[in-house]
């Protein structure tokens, strides 16, 4: 599986935007990029994912890279209940196995 | 729509002993994969069960197994039990969909080992 790289932690301030990096340099041309999050005390949920074009949806926007290497999540308005672990997952279109590196841990201050 | 349902919540046990875990899917979803999250870490691929056959395996050994039954509800076995085994386990449902991909996950049972 394709490995995933992301900052162990990020703060922000409530009501501001989040953008949370996550670097697949050896993506192949298969591969969908997904985020899950994972709230204290709960199971991961789905938060968004996209194969080549930006994305969005009413929880965030995925940012793309042009050669895919990178992709960006972007809370547009970060909120106390959006503070959580965030992970960004590659996955094989074939198969639906989710493989969970460390994840971010988004700190959001009122 | 209840969601990803699994019991118990949390189970206690000691070295050696067997348990059984339990997930009921989401309402439609006919695939059931199963984690395990030791605590501060992310959830680590058990296996996944579709059709009522094992489909794909993490790095677990042969002490991990499970089940699917008819109406795609799953368990997940557990034998000589370490303290290792102590972690969340995780349950999650989903469709056999090769574009969505999304996975809804339940709460999770907190195993204790001692």
């Known amino acids: 599986d394709a490995k995933t790289t992301q900052p162990n932690s990020m703060e922000s301030n409530e009501e501001e935007p989040v953008h949370l990096p996550c670097n697949h340099s050896t993506i192949s041309g298969t591969d969908y990029i997904h985020w899950y999050r994972q709230l204290p005390s709960q199971g991961p949920e789905y938060v968004i994912h996209?194969?080549?074009s930006n994305v969005n949806n009413r929880m965030a926007s995925l940012a793309i890279a042009e050669d895919r290497k990178s992709s960006t999540l972007i809370l547009h308005r970060a909120t106390l209940r959006d503070a959580a672990v965030y992970y960004c997952i590659l996955t094989r279109a074939a198969g639906n196995k989710l493989t969970f590196g460390g994840g971010t841990r988004v700190l959001v201050k009122p | 729509d209840a969601g990803v349902t699994q019991s118990p919540t949390h189970l206690i046990k000691t070295r050696g002993q067997q348990v059984t875990l339990r997930c009921s899917p989401k309402?439609?979803?006919?695939?059931v994969s199963w984690y395990q999250q030791a605590l501060g870490q992310g959830p680590q691929f058990i296996f996944q069960y579709y059709e009522e056959e094992e489909r794909q395996r993490g790095n677990f050994p042969d002490r991990f197994s499970g089940h699917q039954f008819p109406n795609y509800s799953s368990e997940l076995n557990v034998n000589a039990l370490l303290l290792g085994d102590s972690a969340l386990y995780l349950c999650?449902?989903?469709?056999?969909?090769?574009?969505?991909?999304?996975?809804?996950f339940g709460p999770g049972t907190r195993l204790t080992v001692l």
């Open positions: 996209g194969l080549t």
């Open positions: 999650a449902s989903s469709l056999r969909d090769r574009v969505r991909n999304e996975q809804f």
């Open positions: 309402s439609g979803h006919d695939t």
